[in-house]
C-alpha cells in the first residue's frame, strides 16, 4: 500500500455516526459544587452566574433526555480518594487541587444530581480515562457513543474528549451544555478539539435521541 493511501475497508468509515440510546453514555465532567464554591464565585462571577442560569439546566435536560430512552448516564467528579489527598497526580499537587474524599465540592450540583444505581467515578488527574477505571465501564455497557458535557471545556472536557476518541469511541461534544473561566477559553477549546468529536448543540443533540428512540 503506497503512502498515505486510505485502505479499502476504511472508505465508509465516519464521524457523523447517529447514536445509538442502548450503545451510548453521557458523561458528565466535573459537575460538581467545586466549581460553584466561593474562590470561584470570586475569581469567576460571571462564570458561575451563566453556569446556574443556561448550562446546568441545559445539562439537566439532557440527562432527563438521556434517563428517558436508556441512555446510561455517568458522572466523573475531582475527588481524592483519601482525606489528606496523598493519592493525588503530581499535576494536582503541583497545582493545588485538592478536593479530599468525602467533601461537598466533590459532589455533583444538585440540579444534576446522579440516581443511587447512577456510576460516579472520583479522579485526580485532568483526563477521567488516565485515572479512573471508565474504559473498563464503559466496555462492560457496551458503549460506542460518548456524549460529553461538563467543566472545563478547554481542560477536563477536552482530556475526555481527545482520549476517548484515541480509544475508539464516537465522541459527542454538546457545546452548550459546557463551560469555561472565559468565552474566549470554551470556543478556542471548542476548535482546538473539533477534529477529535462530532460538537453539536442542545437542541440538536435532544432531537437525536428523539429520532433514536
Not at 36 to 65: K, Q, T, W
Not at 145 to 154: K, N, P
Request: aromatic share 4%; with cysteine.
Amino acid at each position: 500500500m503506497s503512502s498515505g493511501a486510505i485502505p479499502r475497508s476504511d472508505e465508509g468509515l465516519r464521524r457523523d455516526v447517529p447514536v445509538e440510546p442502548a450503545a451510548t453514555a453521557l458523561l458528565l465532567v466535573d459537575v460538581q459544587n467545586l466549581e460553584i464554591g466561593d474562590a470561584i464565585r470570586r475569581a469567576h462571577p460571571a462564570f458561575v452566574a451563566d453556569l446556574e442560569a443556561r448550562v446546568v439546566p441545559n445539562i439537566a435536560r439532557l440527562v432527563a433526555a438521556a434517563r428517558a430512552t436508556g441512555i446510561e448516564v455517568v458522572y466523573t467528579v475531582i475527588e481524592s480518594l483519601t482525606l489528606d489527598g496523598r493519592d493525588r497526580s503530581l499535576d494536582h499537587k503541583l497545582s493545588g487541587i485538592l478536593v479530599p474524599k468525602g467533601a461537598w465540592e466533590g459532589r455533583v450540583i444538585d440540579a444534576v444530581a446522579p440516581t443511587p444505581n447512577d456510576m460516579v467515578l472520583p479522579k485526580t488527574s485532568s483526563g477521567v480515562f488516565n485515572s479512573t477505571s471508565i474504559d473498563y465501564v464503559l466496555r462492560n455497557l457496551g458503549v460506542r457513543h460518548l456524549i460529553v458535557v461538563g467543566l472545563l471545556t478547554d481542560q477536563c472536557v477536552d482530556m475526555a474528549v481527545r482520549d476517548a476518541a484515541d480509544r475508539g469511541y464516537y465522541p459527542v461534544c454538546v457545546a452548550d451544555c459546557c463551560s469555561s473561566y472565559s468565552t474566549e477559553r470554551h470556543d478556542g477549546a471548542l476548535r482546538a478539539f473539533g477534529g477529535y468529536c462530532r460538537t453539536v448543540t442542545l437542541e440538536e443533540i435532544l432531537a437525536e435521541i428523539a429520532g433514536a428512540a
